[in-house]
């Protein structure tokens, strides 16, 4: 089972980019998925996360220019960045809460990471 994550790229201030994740793999649930960002000699961060029943929950950062969504039915997340500036600039990571199996408990996983460069 892997997350796979796509989207990262370069753009201006004040454009955008929609990062995308898909499970791969047999699954028996996805239970929480979000996004989470490292800038070079800085920790991880949660950028957005959502439940599976679409609660979500932003770093007041990125609050009215990110829109986090989900298929539950493709077991994908997907992060809409409008309106970039430059501190968004980093490594852009999915991570999932998975339930591989009905009598296994929740394990999380990470796609690879995403680079994302907000710059002129």
């Known amino acids: 089972v892997q997350l796979q994550a796509s989207g990262g790229g370069l753009v201006q201030p004040g454009g955008s980019l929609r990062l995308s994740c898909a499970v791969s793999?047999?699954?028996?649930?996805?239970?929480?998925m979000g996004w989470y960002r490292q800038a070079p000699a800085t920790q991880r961060e949660l950028v957005a996360f959502?439940?599976?029943?679409?609660?979500?929950n932003y770093a007041d950062s990125v609050k009215g220019r990110f829109t986090i969504s989900r298929d539950n039915a493709k077991n994908t997340v997907s992060l809409q960045m409008n309106n970039l500036k430059p501190e968004d600039t980093a490594v852009y990571y999915c991570?999932?809460?998975?339930?591989?199996?009905?009598?296994?408990?929740?394990?999380?996983?990470w796609g690879q990471g995403t680079q994302v460069t907000v710059s002129s």
């Open positions: 991570g999932a809460d998975l339930q591989i199996r009905s009598w296994f408990p929740s394990s999380k996983y």
């Open positions: 793999g047999s699954i028996f649930s996805a239970n929480g």
């Open positions: 959502i439940t599976r029943d679409g609660t979500t």
